[in-house]
């Protein structure tokens, strides 16, 4: 599904999200969007092991970009699908939720531990702002060589570098070089690689 385009001088919702503005999500399109992705994954969760062709069609249909080798075990969530790009060689453990309302970019190599979130979405403080149920989004890019351990948390505008090891349990907030393991709440340098 495509949604690109010339939508004129008023920006459409979708292109606000990408662009990271403030942006209303019960747009009909992005709404639509959205659904399109809880189907392809309730499809996806219900496949095995022997599915493989079926798990990789899926998956290359709902992702903006894959490497060859793509393996998620069920189940697995996300907001949009088309939003989040991936290296060669890339493996998820269950329970993943990604909520790619911007751009998603995971290199290389890359292993995600079970009940892992990774979320672009980002509300106001302001409590008035935010019941009226606009929102933002900050992109989130994760290196080549990256293992990030179960029940991690990595949060909107991450930069994760290359061979970076994220302990389990960490609550990821701010972005971290190459080479180093990262744990804790918020996660700070445990030791270089």
Partial sequence: ??????FGSEMSELNKMISGEIYDPSDETLSQMRANAREITARYNVTNRDQKS????LLKGLFGRTGNDIKIEPNFNCDYGQNIIVGENFYVNFGCVILDCAEITIGDNCMIGPQVGIYTA??????????SGIEFAK?????????????????????LGDNVVV?????????????????????RVLKDI
Wanted: hydrophobic share 35%; aromatic share 4%.
């Fill in 122 to 131: 980002c509300h106001p403080i302001d409590p008035i702002e935010r019941i």
């Fill in 139 to 159: 992109p989130i890019t994760i290196g080549d060589n990256c293992w990030i351990g179960g029940h991690a948390t990595i949060n909107p505008g991450v930069i």
């Fill in 54 to 57: 079926e798990r990789d069609e």
């Fill in 167 to 187: 302990a389990s349990g960490a609550v990821v907030t701010k972005s971290f070089p190459d080479n180093v393991v990262i744990g804790g709440n918020p996660a």
């Fill in 1 to 6: 599904m495509s949604f690109s385009g010339n």
